[in-house]
Nanobody, 121 residues
Framework: QVQLVESGGGLVQAGGSLRLSCAASGSIFSINAMDWYRQAPGKQREMVAGITKVGAINYAESVNGRFTISRDNGKNTVDLQMNDLKPEDTAVYYC???????????????WGQGTQVTVSS
């Protein structure tokens, strides 16, 4: 009843840029946090950047100054602009949202399917 669909991953050389987008759709009353996570092979999933409904933002130290998160509350979308990419940014990137559904059905976590970002050296 709620879906998160990501787009924008791909292969890029070190120093390049990519923009990830995530759109939430379905029976949505409101969206609180919208975040981007990533998981590299053999590593745990980690939070990359997050933005609240009112625009409070935080970044992982490893991406601060290179990545920019933004959201459009009217469109239920969140983007991640990634600049100066490094090989260590290679991972599957996941969109996350904490969504309150319509009809009083409460709030819960939702995840996108993931999009691969590969940075070559």
């Amino acid at each position: 009843q709620v879906q998160l669909v990501e787009s924008g991953g791909g292969l890029v050389q070190a120093g390049g840029s990519l923009r990830l987008s995530c759109a939430a759709s379905g029976s949505i009353f409101s969206i609180n946090a919208m975040d981007w996570y990533r998981q590299a092979p053999g590593k745990q999933r980690e939070m990359v950047a997050g933005i609240t409904k009112v625009g409070a933002i935080n970044y992982a130290e490893s991406v601060n100054g290179r990545f920019t998160i933004s959201r459009d509350n009217g469109k239920n979308t969140v983007d991640l602009q990634m600049n100066d990419l490094k090989p260590e940014d290679t991972a599957v990137y996941y969109c996350y949202a904490f969504i309150t559904m319509t009809g009083g059905r409460g709030a819960t976590d939702y995840w996108g399917q993931g999009t691969q970002v590969t940075v070559s050296s």
